[in-house]
């Protein structure tokens, strides 16, 4: 079995900074891609950001310059660096990885979800 696990959400006033992090565990041989979604209240689920293995990256338009994704391959696990922070940021944010098992069968996984709250 494999977990996704999401930490570091939480309250933060408008233009500050939060990082959340998504670890995967269990029977893992690798993970592929992985990225960030969220999704607020009333909304439908969207992505944020997207990572290779092999490092490439992808952001949604409405965070550009302000996150920045990345990931350790040795310790399967994924972050997410917000910075200038604003109250449409509010959201539920999730982690999901294309993980491939001990039986090398490949399929994603989605962590629970982390809340993050911007005040104005």
């Known amino acids: 079995q494999v977990q996704l696990v999401e930490s570091g959400g939480g309250l933060v006033q408008a233009g500050g900074s939060l990082r959340l992090s998504c670890a995967a565990s269990g029977s893992i041989v690798r993970v592929n891609a992985m990225g960030w979604y969220r999704q607020g209240p009333g909304k439908q689920r969207e992505l944020v950001a997207t990572?290779?293995?092999?490092?490439?990256?992808n952001y949604a338009d409405s965070v550009k310059g302000r996150f920045t994704i990345s990931r350790d391959n040795a310790k399967a696990t994924m972050w997410l660096q917000m910075n200038s922070l604003k109250p449409g940021d509010t959201a539920v944010y999730s982690c999901n990885a294309y993980v491939i098992d001990l039986q090398y069968y490949g399929m994603d996984y989605w962590g629970k979800g982390t809340l993050v709250t911007v005040s104005s």
């Open positions: 990572i290779t293995s092999g490092g490439s990256t």
